[in-house]
């Protein structure tokens, strides 16, 4: 069984910085793919507002600024463990920040596709 946590790790490693940056491209598969799916899910259950340039603004992202992959993320994620702030989406636990993530994933991939 894959660990949910090391899948979205990997997830976002590959994935963030050419997909988010509004190059996302049609085919939707990979990792990518998978994190948009789930942003999907997020969006769908009211965890996440539909908006990508709220969402980068509550990130603390920039107009148009693409995520990277890295330990500010990680520090992020577990930060929002520790005070609670998850949300429940079919059946995952999600930190907001990933759950943030995935949407902004979703959200660009719904521009572009």
């Known amino acids: ?4 946590r090391i899948f979205l790790a990997g997830m976002a490693g590959s994935a963030m910085q050419p997909a988010l940056a509004g190059e996302f491209g049609a085919e939707g598969g990979g990792a990518l793919g ?5 942003g ?3 969006l769908a259950a009211g965890q996440a507002e539909p908006d ?3 969402l980068r603004r ?3 992202l920039a107009a148009g600024q693409v995520p990277q992959a890295g330990p500010d ?3 992020a994620i ?6 609670g702030r998850v949300a429940l989406v079919e059946g995952w636990v999600l930190s907001r920040t990933e759950a943030q993530l995935c ?3 979703a959200c660009c991939e719904m521009r572009v596709g």
Do not use: E, K
């Open 78 to 83: 577990a930060a929002d463990f520790t005070a």
């Open 40 to 42: 999907q899910a997020v």
């Open 73 to 75: 993320w990680a520090g």
């Open 52 to 54: 990508a340039a709220a």
């Open 58 to 60: 509550s990130l603390g």
């Open 34 to 38: 998978d994190m948009a799916r789930i």
């Open 1 to 4: 069984m894959m660990r949910r």
């Open 103 to 105: 949407a902004l994933a």
